[in-house]
């Protein structure tokens, strides 16, 4: 069926460290979605993408949108531990009104 | 800010009862959700509903039921508790011209013993 997976599952970083978590969907997606979810907490909407190469920056965050829409990525610059929690991307499969998948999301625990 | 509130927090339910989960969005919603969250399985959709009445299966419904009588609220029900159904339960919104822009709740961490 089709799926997203995200890489890695856990990543764990010095604070001022950069991260990296990669969604790579098994369909084409007409957009794609991501969330935070701090620890004990509940998913949190950070931005969607929705063009083909699209690369959107939310402060120390970039999140970019792949040329074929079937994979994306959110970097952060210089993480802190605000930063914690898990990230998840939620794709919709081109053609398939309101359908959502979501990743297995990629838990950032920092250092300080 | 959109404020989505759950009826409980932690809930302690026994093996055959009925269990009503309750909703609450303030902002005029018209797209509301049901999820579970379960280590290692993700978000899984329960249900969805685009308006008073309206109900759409989402990928796991089996089990669940729903109800939404009035716009702000939608109400997850589990008409025969089960241990499998121990769960974290998320309830979320959305407009109706943004569906993939959800707003969730804080989560009912049901436990079915």
């Known amino acids: 069926g089709q799926q997203v997976m995200q890489i890695p599952q856990y990543q764990h970083v010095q604070e001022g460290e950069d991260f990296t978590t990669y969604c790579n969907s098994s369909t084409t997606l007409s957009n794609i979605q991501w969330y935070k979810q701090r620890p004990g907490g509940h998913p949190v909407f950070l931005i969607q993408l929705v063009k083909s190469g699209e690369v959107k920056k939310q402060k120390r965050l970039t999140f970019q949108f792949g040329e074929a829409k079937k994979n994306s990525s959110l970097h952060i610059t210089a993480t802190q531990t605000t930063d914690v929690g898990t990230y998840f991307c939620?794709?919709?499969?081109?053609?398939?009104?309101?359908?959502?998948?979501w990743g297995l999301g990629t838990s950032l625990a920092v250092n300080p | 800010d959109v404020k989505v509130t759950q009826s409980s927090r932690y809930l302690v339910k026994r093996t055959g009862e009925k269990v009503f989960l309750e909703c609450v969005q303030d902002m005029d919603h018209e797209n509301m959700f049901w999820y579970r969250q379960d280590p290692g399985l993700g978000l899984r959709l329960i249900y969805f509903s685009y308006d008073v009445k309206m109900k759409e299966k989402g990928d796991i419904p089996e089990g669940y039921s729903v109800s939404r009588e009035k716009k702000e609220r939608f109400s997850l029900i589990l008409e025969s508790a089960s241990t499998n159904q121990t769960s974290m339960y998320l309830c979320a919104s959305s407009l109706i011209g943004s569906y993939y822009e959800q707003y969730f709740g804080p989560g009912t961490r049901l436990t079915v013993t």
């Open positions: 939620a794709g919709a499969p081109a053609g398939n009104n309101r359908k959502l998948i």
